[in-house]
């Protein structure tokens, strides 16, 4: 173990102009705005229109506008790590198509999948990079093109999910400050309860799988939600008492945006005030691998150097897990 800490020194997000409201869902789905507001907190999300536009598209306006606010060269990034689950094609991964896009001609780049935790789980995944002191640039991207697996005719996933992402650079600093803690989980067997039924290599898509309507997310919304309650809440609280850290000490939560409830649930639990969360549902929806970086982003200005973070996620996999950072710089 190095004495080195890998540290967020920028963030940048990127959503697509095109806004969907619950009032123009209403007229898609039998739903209204008070029932998806009441459940969920949404009241839109942003969706990426056009011919071949994938998520790539967000990735690469997050990356563009990263480097040009931290005065990054592009061929000075050693890696681009993309969380997503939607990604533009099964290979290759997205990371390199950002990477070509921007310029990171000595970087190598992959993608990584953990659904709704995918970012933090990346997050991660690039700290050891810098930590193990080999590397000095890692972009950290977290986006979704949701749109591109949804049903429009679901009204109950429909509602929920945007498009949308961000990036984040990690560098090498003191270990006063940047990721001090994390912890992730998996169990596989929530799979049943959140999936795609199609297009994978056990189901490949045929006409039958496209009638069927198989290459569309399935949720069993009210499962879901119960184990997303505990364990997002559990998650944090356990990396806050294993590094004696109290609601007082925290400056923001950081959750994933999968419904208002379930982030309010992980408030409670960690005994901080919602004004020591942060939030922007409203604005996007759930954006899966893209919420938590479009948080830090909207919430950047706002955030100071040794604010104490607590990144909390939980997604298909299932998968969560809580991050504890320590905020590296002053708005800028
Ligand atoms: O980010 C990855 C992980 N995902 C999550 O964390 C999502 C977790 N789950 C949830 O956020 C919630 O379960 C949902 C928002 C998906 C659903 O909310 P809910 O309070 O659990 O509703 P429900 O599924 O129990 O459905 C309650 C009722 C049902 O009607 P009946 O059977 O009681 O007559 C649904 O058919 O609400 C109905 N319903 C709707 N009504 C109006 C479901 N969707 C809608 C809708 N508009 N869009």
């Known amino acids: 173990m190095t004495n080195i800490r890998a540290q967020i020194t920028?963030?940048?997000?990127?959503?697509?102009?095109?806004v969907l409201t619950n009032k123009e869902l209403e007229t898609i789905v039998d739903t209204t705005d008070e029932w998806i507001t009441s459940r969920t907190g949404i009241k839109q999300r942003h969706i990426l229109k056009g011919e071949n536009q994938g998520t790539s598209v967000i990735g690469i306006e997050a990356v563009k506008g990263l480097l040009e606010k931290t005065n990054t060269n592009a061929e000075d990034i050693d890696l681009i790590i993309c969380?997503?689950?939607?990604?533009?094609?099964?290979?290759?991964?997205?990371?390199?198509?950002i990477g070509d896009a921007v310029g990171a001609k000595n970087a190598f780049n992959y993608d990584l999948q953990a659904a709704c935790s995918g970012f933090i789980y990346a997050l991660i995944t690039g700290s050891q990079f810098?930590?193990?002191?080999k590397y000095k640039k890692v972009v950290v991207v977290g986006a979704d093109k949701m749109s591109s697996i949804i049903d429009y005719t679901d009204r109950t996933t429909c509602i929920i999910f945007g498009d949308g992402g961000g990036a984040v650079l990690l560098e090498p600093g003191?270990?006063?400050?940047?990721?001090?803690?994390?912890?992730?989980?998996?169990?596989?067997?929530?799979?049943?309860?959140?999936?795609?039924?199609?297009?994978g290599s056990r189901k490949p898509a045929s006409l039958e799988t496209i009638q069927n309507r198989e290459h569309f997310v399935y949720q069993e919304g009210s499962a879901v939600f119960k184990f997303a309650v505990t364990n997002m809440a559990d998650a944090a609280a356990e990396v806050m008492q294993r590094n004696n850290l109290t609601g007082d000490d925290i400056a923001y939560l950081v959750p994933h945006q999968a419904n208002k409830r379930i982030i309010d649930a992980t408030a409670r639990r960690m005994d901080v005030g919602e004004e020591k969360v942060m939030l922007n549902i409203h604005k996007y929806g759930n954006t899966t691998s893209g919420t938590i970086p479009l948080c830090l982003w909207d919430y950047e200005?706002?955030?100071?150097?040794?604010?104490?973070?607590?990144?909390?996620?939980?997604?298909?996999?299932?998968?969560?897990?809580?991050i504890w950072l320590k905020w590296a710089y002053d708005p800028k």
């Open 130 to 133: 810098i930590e193990t002191g």
């Open 174 to 199: 003191s270990p006063d400050f940047g990721i001090m803690d994390s912890m992730l989980k998996s169990d596989g067997s929530g799979a049943q309860h959140l999936h795609m039924k199609a297009g």
């Open 301 to 322: 200005s706002q955030l100071r150097k040794g604010d104490n973070l607590i990144i909390a996620a939980f997604g298909g996999g299932f998968t969560w897990g809580s």
């Open 83 to 97: 969380a997503t689950t939607t990604p533009d094609m099964t290979f290759p991964a997205t990371a390199n198509l």
């Open 10 to 18: 920028g963030v940048h997000g990127y959503v697509p102009d095109y």
